[in-house]
């Protein structure tokens, strides 16, 4: 079932989404997330984007380069950052119409809970940890265009604030 996006200026993407009790509580929604991040040509998609109060995000397949499936992602952390950063084109489908360049660490280490419940610790790098930063940076409330530079938020202000309009209608 595809669920309906929450879009730039619903409150609940401000929210801070509080942990997970136990795993099981989001599985019966994973299905649903993934099938939401596909139908919007998305490659990951927090809980809370689609209108759930609940600390898990998923990403694509497409996102990893060590074969992975579709994987969800579960009372995500980032442990550690690197130093070295890159600048790369985000989007997001909460925020449509908008693309800014965004500067993240290349390599974090994460820890979170997989569907079957283990708590895993690894390092991500490149694509993948972007995305994870992207995903948990969603479930602190926090949107990419809050990670740009000054100049561009205030290109970008307009767009937002019509963005946030359209939601209160
Ligand atoms: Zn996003």
Redesign the pocket.
């Known amino acids: 079932m595809i669920l309906p996006v929450r879009i730039y200026g619903d409150p609940i993407l401000r929210d801070v989404i509080p942990p997970v009790a136990s795993h099981a509580e989001v599985l019966p929604y994973v299905r649903d997330m993934i099938e939401t991040m596909y139908d919007d040509d998305g490659i990951?998609l927090?809980a809370n984007?689609a209108g759930l109060r609940s600390r898990f995000f998923v990403i694509g397949k497409n996102a990893f380069e060590d074969g992975r499936p579709d994987s969800v992602f579960i009372n995500p952390a980032i442990l550690e950052a690197y130093e070295e950063t890159w600048d790369f084109e985000e989007g997001?489908?909460?925020?449509p119409g908008i693309r800014e360049w965004v500067v993240r660490p290349r390599t974090i280490r994460v820890r979170y809970t997989d569907e079957t419940g283990t708590e895993r610790e690894e390092v991500f790098t490149d694509y993948a940890a972007r995305v994870f930063q992207?995903?948990l940076d969603?479930l602190n409330g926090i949107?990419?265009t809050d990670r740009i530079s000054p100049i561009r938020r205030a290109l970008n202000k307009k767009k937002l604030k019509e963005l946030a309009e359209s939601q209160n209608k």
Do not use: A, K
């Open positions: 990951g927090s984007q997001c489908l909460s925020v992207h995903e969603h949107f990419f």
